[in-house]
């Protein structure tokens, strides 16, 4: 069973910076793509950031620019780097990941950003 652990997420002032991680329970070469969904109360979660395990990545249009996706395939360990921090950044953030075999989705658990004025 993949079991995905994020953390990094807090509570931050707007323009401020915080990177989050996600431990996968194996390797992160099983996967095909990893992600970064943010959910906001009442609504569907929407992809933020995406990794192929080609090393291609995808942004959603409003973190272009601030927000780097990397992953480490020695660490089983994805990351997203947020910089210049919105108000509107702030939601649970979920981890994401697609096995290349099965093409099952996994989440984390979510971790929370509150960014403040």
């Known amino acids: 069973q993949v079991q995905l652990v994020e953390s990094g997420g807090g509570l931050v002032p707007a323009g401020g910076s915080l990177r989050l991680s996600c431990a996968a329970s194996?390797?992160?070469?099983?996967?095909?793509?990893m992600g970064w969904y943010r959910q906001y109360p009442g609504t569907q979660r929407e992809l933020v950031a995406s990794i192929g395990r080609d090393g291609t990545t995808n942004y959603a249009d409003s973190v272009k620019g601030r927000f780097t996706i990397s992953r480490d395939n020695a660490k089983n360990t994805l990351f997203l780097e947020m910089n210049s921090l919105q108000i509107e950044d702030t939601a649970v953030y979920y981890c994401s990941a697609v096995s290349y075999t099965t093409l099952n989705q996994y989440w984390g658990q979510g971790t929370q950003v509150t960014v403040s004025s």
């Open positions: 194996g390797s992160t070469l099983s996967f095909s793509h």
